[in-house]
C-alpha cells in the first residue's frame, strides 16, 4: 500500500478553468505526483468516486442534481473537502442565472424562443440532470473544509494551498490568496 | 386678543352641569369599542332617552377609553350622587334596555353587568390614563373640570424653570418610550444647551405591533399631553413643540389639532400663556408611517422634511436637533405624566413603583388572555399579577408559555420568570426591555420559533436600510428562522443565526437593529429545545427549492 | 500664524499615540497609519456612518462605535482589531456579498475594488450566508457612465459627493431596508436628469463596480477616489488647486 496521499478532483458546475489553473502548476505536478495519487479527476479515467480520499478540490457551483449527488458522494469519502474557484465558494458565474428565478425562464428563451428548428427543452430522464431551482455554492449543500476562491485561483495559489494540504499545515495568513474573482 | 380661560369657573359650571341630570351614562368611544360598534351604541342610548321622554333625566357623554377592550363596546351608568354600574358588550340592543331598564325602572341588566371590582380594574392605578372612561376628549372643560391646566398655571406662576426640572428629575420618571432614560436628565441638558431656539418633540409615533397606549392618550386625552408639553416647553426655554404623530392614527391627529386650537383660544397655547411671558406654539407632525421614525434623530429628520433615518450621535439632539437647535424628544406617556407630577409632587410620584423604576406603566394587554386592554399599574407589579389577576388567565385551560414585552425590540418571558417585578432594569436582565409597553401574553400552543420570525419580519420591513448589520442582517436572520421553522434547518445555521444576532446588535446603527435580535436570542435562551427540535440531523442534506 | 491644533493623549491597542483633539477615530487612526477597515467613509465627505465596517470597542465599553464618527477624546483607550470586531467585520462583508451580485470574475473593478480589497482584509474565504441574487434593473442612460444598483452597497458616498461638492444633488436613496436603491433625479433615468453635470465625480468614489464608465470590460475600471478626497479637503480649507496638480492626478 503506497503511503501517498489520496487526491481527487471533481467538475461539477463550472467552465473547467480551475482545472485548467491546477494544469498550469506546470512542474509542480511532478513534485505533486511525487507525493499524491490522483485517484479521480475528469483528467483521469476512472468512473467512480472512490472510497477513502484524503483530499478533493471541487471545481464549480451545484447547478443541477448530478453535481448535488456527486457533492455528497464526495463528503461521504473525503477528509478533506476544497471548495476550488469562485464558482464552488460562491456560485460565481454559473449563479449568474439566479436572479432569473425559475430556469424556465433561462431555459426558454435559449432552447425554444431562440431556435427555428425542434425548439424544445432538452430533458431525457436519467441522462441530462435537471437543474437545481437555484445554482447554490457548495458549502450550502455539504460541509466544506477549506475554501479556496479565484475565477481561476492561480497556479501558485493553488499550489500553496495544495502544498499546506499535503503537510498537514493549517491555511493562515493568506492575504489575497483568498481573493475572489 | 381672547381673555385667557379662568381654569377655575369652566371647572365649577362644569360641575354644575354636571348634577344636572340625574343620569349620566357615559359611553366609551375610543377606537377598540368603536371598532366593537360603539357609535351605534351611542345613538341608540340617545334615541331610546329620547323617545322614551327621558331627555332631562339622563345624558349621554362619549368618553375615552376604559380599558377592558375584549369586552366592549362599555358603558358606565352613573346616578347623581349615587353608585356607578358598569356594562359589556352593550350593542344597540343592550343600549335600548339599558336605558329602558336601567334608567327607567331602576333596574340592572343583569345579561351585560361588568363586575368592576374584579382585579382588572382593582388592581390599576391610573395617572396617565386618569380621565379614561371620564371625559369628553373634545371638551377641554371635561379636562379642566379634573384639574387640567392646573399644573400649566402653577408653574407659570409660581415656579421657576429650573425648579419644574428640579421636581420632574426627583419624581424619577424615565422615558416612556422603552429604554428609560432619567427625563429629569434630559430637561436638565435642554435647559442648559445654550441657544435662543429650542425645541421640544412629543414621540407619538406609537409603532410596536398590538401598542395603542400614546394613541389612547392622544386620542382620548389630548389636552394632558398638550399641558405636559408647555411644562416642559416652560421648564426648558422651548418656543416651539411638535407633536409627531404616526399617520396611521387619524383620529388622534385630529383630535390633537382641535384640542390645540381650543388650547390657543384659551390662551393655554400660543403667546402670553395665561398672561404670562411665556409663549409656546404646538404643531402636530404626520409621520409617513415608517416605524424607524420613532427612533429620535430619524423622527427629527422627519419632521425636518427629509428621509426618515437615524442620524450619528454623537452630537445628541439636545445639543444639535431640528435645524442644528437644541431639541428634546419625549415620548407621549412620558409628558402626560407630567401634570400630576407638578400637581401633586414628585414624592407622591416617586412613592409610587420601585426605587428605580417610579411612577405607573401602560399597558397595552394582548394576546392569550382573558381580558385584553389597557391597564395601567405601578411599576414593579409582578409579571404574574398582570397575566393573572389583571389578564384574568389564559383561556381555554391552557397554560402560560410566555409574555413578550417591547415588541420588535423586546423579548419572551417563559413561566419560570412571571414574578419577575416589571420594571426596567428586570426586564433588561431578562434580556427584554419594557419597550413603550406592548405586553404580548402566548399560551402553549404557540411556537417560539415562528415568533422571533413574526418579530423579525417585522424589523425587516421596517428597517430603514442605512447600516449593513440592520438592512442585510435581519433579511439573512429571517432567512435562517424561516429555513429551521420549515424544518430545514441545521446545527450549522442555528449556530450561524446565533452569531448573526450578535453582529446585528453589536454593530448596528440605532436601537431598531441593534435591538432586533432580541425576540430570537431570548427565546433560543428560554426555549432553546424548541428550536433544536426543528431541527433535521445534517441541514446540509436538504435544499429547499 | 495658524494657531496649533490641541492634541489629546490615546492608545490605539495598547499603543500610546497623540491625536488632535479635533479629529475623529477614523482621522486619527489615518494619519497614524492604523488600518481600520471602511467604506462608507471618505475624507472631506460628510460622515456617513451606515457601513459599520469600522466599528472599534473602546476600552471596556460593550457598545462598539464607528470610529468615522467617533471623536478622539482624552485618554482614550481604543482597540481596533480584537477577534470580536474581526468577526463582526466578516460578517458585515459576508452580508454584503449576500445582499448583491458581487460577482467579481466578471465585475469592471475586478482588482481594483475596495469591497473586493475589504474582504481580503477581513479575511472572507467565503459567505456562509444565502445569497439574495436580486434582480435590479441596471441603469444605461448616461451617454458616459453606468450605474448597476446590483452591485451598490448603499454607501451613498455618490449621494454625498454630488450634493456637498458638486451641487447638483442628482442621487438619493429610495425606499427602504433591503429594498433601499439608489435613484438620479426624481428616480427617473440617469441619462434624463438635467441637473447632472457629468462631472463624473459619482463614479469616481464609488468603492464597487456600481458606478463606471460606459463601454469598460473586466477589470478595465479604475475610481480615482484619491482626486475628489484633494477637491474635498481642497475645499474644505478654502484652498485653490493647482490645475496642473489635478492633471497629473488624473
Not at chain 1, 27 to 52: H, M
Not at chain 2, 7 to 21: G, N
Not at chain 2, 307 to 313: F, T
Not at chain 2, 400 to 414: D, M
Amino acid at each position: 500500500m503506497s503511503d501517498k496521499a489520496r487526491v481527487a478532483t471533481v467538475w461539477l458546475g463550472g467552465c473547467s478553468g480551475c482545472h485548467m489553473s491546477f494544469l498550469d502548476m506546470d512542474e509542480f505536478l511532478f513534485d505533486f505526483a511525487e507525493r499524491a495519487d490522483l485517484v479521480y479527476s475528469p483528467i483521469a479515467d476512472v468512473k467512480d468516486f472512490p472510497e477513502d480520499v484524503d483530499v478533493t478540490l471541487v471545481e464549480g457551483a451545484i447547478a443541477n442534481e448530478d453535481n448535488l449527488e456527486l457533492a455528497r458522494i464526495v463528503r461521504a469519502n473525503t477528509t478533506t473537502v476544497v471548495s476550488f474557484g469562485d464558482c464552488a465558494v460562491s456560485g460565481n458565474v454559473t449563479a449568474m442565472r439566479n436572479p432569473l428565478g425559475d430556469p424556465e425562464n433561462v431555459l426558454v428563451p435559449v432552447y425554444v424562443d431562440a431556435v427555428d428548428r425542434n425548439p424544445v427543452v432538452p430533458s431525457e430522464e436519467g441522462i441530462v440532470p435537471p437543474l437545481m431551482p437555484q445554482v447554490l455554492p457548495v458549502h450550502r449543500v455539504i460541509d466544506v473544509d477549506v475554501y479556496l476562491p479565484g475565477c481561476p485561483p492561480d497556479a501558485d495559489k493553488i499550489k500553496r494551498a495544495v502544498t499546506a494540504l499535503l503537510d498537514a499545515e493549517p491555511l493562515v495568513e493568506r492575504g489575497t490568496d483568498i481573493q475572489f474573482g | 386678543m381672547a381673555a385667557p380661560i379662568d381654569l377655575h369657573e369652566v371647572a365649577e359650571r362644569e360641575h354644575e352641569a354636571r348634577s344636572r341630570y340625574p343620569w349620566r351614562i357615559k359611553a366609551c368611544a375610543s377606537t377598540a369599542c368603536l371598532s366593537a360598534g360603539a357609535t351605534g351604541t351611542v345613538q341608540s342610548l340617545e334615541q331610546t332617552i329620547e323617545t322614551n321622554d327621558l331627555a332631562l333625566d339622563a345624558v349621554v357623554i362619549p368618553t375615552g377609553c376604559m380599558g377592558l377592550c375584549s369586552r366592549g363596546p362599555l358603558v358606565r351608568v352613573m346616578r347623581r350622587g349615587g353608585d356607578e354600574t358598569m356594562y359589556q358588550a352593550v350593542n344597540e340592543e343592550v343600549a335600548v334596555d339599558i336605558v329602558k331598564k336601567h334608567i327607567k325602572k331602576h333596574e340592572f341588566v343583569e345579561t351585560n353587568l361588568l363586575d368592576t371590582s374584579i382585579p382588572f380594574f382593582a388592581a390599576q392605578e391610573r395617572i396617565v390614563l386618569a380621565n379614561g372612561g371620564v371625559i369628553d376628549p373634545d371638551r377641554i372643560e371635561g379636562y379642566v373640570a379634573h384639574g387640567g391646566y392646573l399644573a400649566l398655571q402653577k408653574v407659570l406662576t409660581e415656579m421657576t424653570p429650573e425648579a419644574v426640572v428640579q421636581e420632574v428629575t426627583a419624581s424619577g420618571i424615565r422615558g416612556r418610550g422603552g429604554a428609560g432614560y432619567p427625563a429629569g436628565s434630559k430637561w436638565s441638558l435642554l435647559a442648559k444647551a445654550p441657544g435662543e431656539q429650542k425645541y421640544v418633540v412629543a414621540n407619538g409615533d406609537e409603532g410596536d405591533p398590538g401598542a395603542y397606549m400614546d394613541r389612547t392618550v392622544m386620542e382620548d386625552d389630548p389636552h394632558r399631553l398638550i399641558e405636559g408639553i408647555a411644562i416642559a416647553a416652560y421648564a426648558t426655554g422651548a418656543s416651539k413643540a411638535f407633536i409627531y404623530v404616526r399617520a396611521e392614527y387619524p383620529r388622534a391627529v385630529e383630535r390633537l389639532d382641535r384640542a390645540i386650537r381650543v388650547a390657543r383660544r384659551n390662551r393655554l397655547l400660543g403667546r402670553k400663556i395665561l398672561e404670562t411671558d411665556f409663549n409656546l406654539d404646538v404643531e402636530v407632525r404626520i409621520g409617513a408611517g415608517a416605524f424607524v421614525c420613532g427612533e429620535e434623530t430619524a423622527l427629527l429628520a422627519s419632521i425636518e422634511g427629509l428621509r426618515g433615518v437615524p442620524q450619528l450621535r454623537p452630537p445628541y439632539p439636545t445639543e444639535k436637533g431640528l435645524w442644528g437647535s437644541p431639541t428634546m424628544i419625549n415620548n407621549v406617556e412620558t409628558l402626560a405624566n407630567i401634570p400630576a407630577i407638578v400637581t401633586k409632587g414628585a414624592d407622591w410620584f416617586a412613592s409610587i413603583g420601585t426605587p428605580k423604576s417610579t411612577g405607573t406603566k401602560v399597558f397595552a394587554l394582548a394576546g392569550d388572555l382573558v381580558n385584553i386592554g389597557l391597564i395601567e399599574v405601578p411599576m414593579g407589579t409582578t409579571l404574574r399579577t398582570i397575566v393573572e389577576d389583571i389578564g384574568g388567565g389564559i383561556p381555554d385551560g391552557k397554560a402560560f408559555k410566555a409574555a413578550q414585552t417591547g415588541g420588535p425590540s423586546g423579548g419572551c418571558i417563559p413561566a419560570e420568570f412571571l414574578d419577575t417585578p416589571v420594571d426596567y432594569d428586570s426586564l433588561r436582565q431578562l434580556g427584554s426591555i419594557m419597550g413603550s409597553g406592548g405586553l404580548i401574553v402566548m399560551d402553549d400552543d404557540v411556537s417560539m420559533p415562528e415568533v422571533a420570525k413574526f418579530f423579525m419580519d417585522f424589523s425587516m420591513d421596517e428597517s430603514c436600510g442605512k447600516c449593513t448589520p440592520c438592512r442585510a442582517g435581519t433579511v439573512q436572520i429571517h432567512g435562517l428562522l424561516e429555513r429551521i421553522t420549515a424544518g430545514q434547518g441545521s446545527w450549522t445555521d442555528l449556530r450561524h443565526l446565533e452569531q448573526l444576532c450578535a453582529t446585528v446588535r453589536d454593530t448596528s446603527l440605532c436601537g431598531l437593529g441593534q435591538s432586533a435580535p432580541n425576540p430570537v436570542l431570548s427565546t433560543i435562551q428560554y426555549f432553546g429545545d424548541e428550536y433544536e427540535s426543528l431541527l433535521v440531523e445534517s441541514g446540509l442534506e436538504v435544499v429547499d427549492a | 500664524m495658524r494657531e496649533r491644533r490641541a492634541t489629546v493623549d490615546v492608545s490605539f491597542d495598547g499603543v500610546e499615540y497623540e491625536a488632535y483633539a479635533d479629529e475623529s477615530v477614523m482621522d486619527a487612526s489615518r494619519r497614524l497609519g492604523i488600518g481600520i477597515p471602511s467604506l462608507c467613509y471618505l475624507e472631506g465627505l460628510s460622515v456617513w456612518g451606515g457601513c459599520r465596517m469600522c466599528v472599534v470597542q473602546i476600552a471596556e465599553d460593550h457598545r462598539l462605535r464607528p470610529a468615522c464618527a467617533t471623536p478622539v477624546a482624552p485618554d482614550m483607550e481604543i482597540h481596533t482589531d480584537t477577534p470580536q470586531l474581526r468577526a463582526h467585520r466578516k460578517a458585515i462583508t459576508e452580508l454584503l456579498f449576500a445582499e448583491g451580485n458581487h460577482v467579481c470574475a466578471v465585475c469592471v473593478v475586478n482588482g481594483n475594488c475596495e469591497l473586493q480589497d475589504v474582504a481580503v482584509d477581513t479575511g472572507m474565504d467565503h459567505v456562509r450566508f444565502d445569497y439574495q441574487s436580486p434582480q435590479r434593473e441596471i441603469d444605461a442612460s448616461h451617454p458616459k457612465y453606468i450605474f448597476d444598483p446590483n452591485r451598490c452597497i448603499v454607501c451613498t458616498r455618490c449621494v454625498r459627493v454630488c450634493h456637498e461638492i458638486e451641487g447638483a444633488h442628482v442621487w438619493d436613496v429610495a425606499y427602504r431596508g433591503s429594498e433601499a436603491v439608489l435613484v438620479t433625479g426624481m428616480n427617473q433615468p440617469w441619462g434624463t436628469v438635467d441637473s447632472c453635470t457629468w462631472c463624473g465625480k459619482c463614479v469616481a468614489v464609488c468603492p464597487t463596480g456600481a458606478l463606471a464608465y460606459q463601454g469598460r470590460a473586466v477589470g478595465e475600471m479604475q475610481h480615482q477616489t484619491d482626486i475628489v478626497i484633494r477637491l474635498a479637503m481642497a475645499r474644505n480649507k478654502g484652498e485653490w488647486i493647482d490645475p496642473a496638480e489635478l492633471e497629473e492626478m488624473r
